[in-house]
């Protein structure tokens, strides 16, 4: 079999396994159960926000931007990490977490126009599917070593 | 690309970028844990990696004498603690291994 000094295919296949393993810890866990729920929270007011009339979008973002990165500070000191403006998530890692909200979000613009309730409903669900991915990826990442 | 590191087995792969320093299990985690972050505290990189102080503090130790990591004392939760981070050199030498690990597996695709 070919080898590359001491390095097969196989136990390069295999670091690089362990590499993207310990950037998913990183990425997932360690986050304080009330980062997920807060973010959740202040994502759930700006989906419910866009469907409102004029500047009263701007006016939620103002007000809920710096709460949310306050809370990511407060989250990033509680757990030991200093993320930067990167952050550790892949690409693929904020497809799976905020893809479904804006999914969501996307699909209830025509509806609301109809439906007074829709956007209380689709915050609501865009708070729970936050929470819920980040609690759920943050334990899975935390059980794999 | 950074070029082959010849250290701890004395031996230099053909792969351009392979680092036998970082290839080692514990230091190709601690690398890949700092490397998307700015910095990662001692005590949370432990929790993250499941290394156990003594020999996660070696390892730093080794990545910090090749000038991959460095490490300051900052206060947090009115406590002294240490922050590791890498360095311009270390995340340099680290993206390039990972490039040379690809390159070893993509050899057997092609």
Do not use: N
């Not at chain 1, 929270?41 to 409102?52: H, R, S």
């Amino acid at each position: 079999m070919e080898t590359y000094g001491q390095v097969s295919p196989q136990e390069a296949a295999a670091a690089l396994e362990t590499a993207q393993r310990s950037r998913a810890r990183v990425a997932w866990s360690g986050y304080p159960w009330w980062y997920w729920v807060a973010t959740g929270a202040g994502l759930g007011v700006m989906a419910y926000a866009v469907a409102l009339p004029g500047w009263w979008v701007l006016a939620f973002a103002a007000v809920v931007a710096p709460a949310l990165y306050a809370v990511a500070r407060a989250a990033g000191r509680a757990r030991g990490v200093c993320e930067g403006w990167t952050g550790a998530m892949t690409p693929r890692d904020t497809a799976v977490l905020y893809g479904p909200e804006i999914l969501l979000m996307l699909a209830d613009a025509p509806v609301s126009e109809h439906v007074w309730w829709s956007s209380i409903a689709v915050a609501v669900l865009v708070s729970a599917m936050f929470a819920g991915t980040g609690l759920a990826r943050g334990a899975r990442a935390a059980r794999c070593s | 690309m950074t070029t082959s590191r010849d250290t701890e087995h004395g031996t230099a792969p053909a792969v351009d970028g392979f680092d036998h320093l970082i290839h080692a299990p514990a230091r190709l985690r601690i690398c890949a844990a700092l490397d998307p972050v700015r910095e990662i505290e001692f005590g949370t990189l432990q929790t993250l990696l499941g290394i156990s102080k003594s020999p996660l503090s070696k390892h730093i130790s080794v990545l910090a004498d090749a000038g991959y990591v460095t490490q300051r004392r900052a206060v947090r939760d009115t406590r002294q603690r240490v922050w590791v981070r890498l360095t311009d050199a270390g995340r340099a030498a680290y993206r390039g291994h990972v490039a040379a690990l690809q390159q070893i597996v993509g050899s057997t695709r092609t």
